[in-house]
């Protein structure tokens, strides 16, 4: 394909109307044609801010035979049936993370794409965000040898009421599914090999999370062929004045070096190797470089749809980073670990 990619954005809160739909202005290849919400004010505002068509039943959009993909930005819940009737429609779809709330769900989300030969995109924003990218590719280039031990902290005050989908188990899956998914996907990219098991605590610290029975705060422990560990805590429980932002850190170590960053405390990565010691300063950027991973992602999409690129993260990728997150929630619920033979495709 060498024309423009005409695309439908299907829900306009938070993360349709201030990262995607912003993105589209960047992508030159990329046009954005519709936008859909059932809540009609947000639908008409991101209308106007891009030039877009407003809709209030996302089927308009899918029917529309002049529309190439859709971007769906949903709650949760709605990923798996809305990407599914998409693909079936002959749309490409980039769908938000986590690819859905079951791996049943997820399978028929592979299933579809595959059938309609069309391209099924997850946005996992990590790997297309330069904080991780540059990991990564410190990684591949063996700055710090064989990785044997990753440690990571994604934590936030979560900002919605406790009526808010988010909170729901089934319908946001708690921190697991939701920030959770986010370092599993890091974690099976970072270690590139498949995991033996998962253990996790979870907890219910605020009165949102406990009314709606799902866990705002945890620990996870995934377990790598080896004897390589990853461990991380995710929490949408840090008391408010942590504002929206995610307070995050990350160290990795390997054979030969260790390598370590925390977003918040204004610190830029730094990398200690065996032969320099600390290797500083490496350029660093922060949590302002989300919106550019947005950007990086969408084009990636498209890029993807115009077949001149392949995808840096499969369905099946996606599958992986929720299935651990699952994995993680059951250890949690059922108090012992989990095999990873237990959630494998
Ligand atoms: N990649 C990231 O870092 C990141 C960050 C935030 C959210 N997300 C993910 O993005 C998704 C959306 O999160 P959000 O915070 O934007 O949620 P949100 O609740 O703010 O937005 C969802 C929108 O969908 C609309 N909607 C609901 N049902 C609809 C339907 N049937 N048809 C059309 N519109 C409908 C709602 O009215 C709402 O405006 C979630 O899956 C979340 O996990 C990802």
């Not at 891009?50 to 035979?65: I, N, S």
């Not at 708690?174 to 998914?181: K, S, Y």
């Amino acid at each position: 394909m060498t024309s423009i990619v005409r695309v439908g954005l299907i829900g306009c809160g938070n993360i349709g109307a201030r990262a995607h739909a912003p993105a589209y202005a960047h992508i030159p290849s990329a046009q954005l044609v519709a936008v859909c919400d059932v809540n009609t004010t947000r639908a008409h505002a991101v209308a106007r801010a891009t030039g877009a068509t407003p809709y209030f039943d996302y089927h308009e959009v899918l029917a529309r035979d002049d529309i190439d993909a859709v971007d769906i930005c949903l709650p949760t819940y709605l990923h798996a049936a809305v990407s599914v009737e998409a693909l079936r429609q002959g749309k490409h779809v980039l769908c938000e993370k986590p690819m859905a709330v079951t791996l049943e769900e997820a399978d028929a989300m592979i299933t579809a794409a595959r059938e309609a030969n069309r391209v099924l995109m997850i946005g996992h924003v990590r790997r297309f965000d330069p904080r991780y990218t540059t990991v990564k590719h410190a990684l591949v280039q063996g700055e710090i040898g064989h990785l044997v031990h990753v440690r990571r902290a994604e934590r936030q005050h979560l900002p919605f009421p406790g009526d808010a989908w988010y909170w729901h188990p089934h319908a946001g899956g708690g921190i697991f599914l939701d920030i959770g998914v986010h370092v599993t996907d890091l974690f099976h990219w970072y270690f590139a090999t498949e995991p033996e098991t998962i253990f996790a605590l979870g907890r219910q610290i605020r009165p949102e999370a406990q009314a709606a029975r799902s866990f705002d705060h945890a620990v996870l422990l995934i377990t790598f062929p080896d004897g390589r560990i990853a461990q991380a805590e995710i929490s949408w429980a840090y008391p408010p004045h942590f504002g929206r932002s995610q307070y995050a850190l990350l160290e990795l170590i390997g054979t030969q070096g260790r390598l370590v960053y925390s977003d918040r405390d204004a610190a830029p990565m730094l990398v200690y190797d065996s032969n320099d010691g600390l290797d500083l300063p490496t350029y660093f950027r922060f949590m302002s470089a989300l919106e550019e991973a947005f950007v990086a992602e969408i084009a990636h999409f498209i890029a993807v749809v115009r077949g001149e690129a392949e995808l840096l993260i499969t369905p099946e990728d996606a599958r992986t980073a929720l299935a651990l997150a699952i994995a993680a929630e059951t250890s949690a619920r059922e108090q012992r670990p989990v095999s990873w033979q237990e959630v494998a495709p």
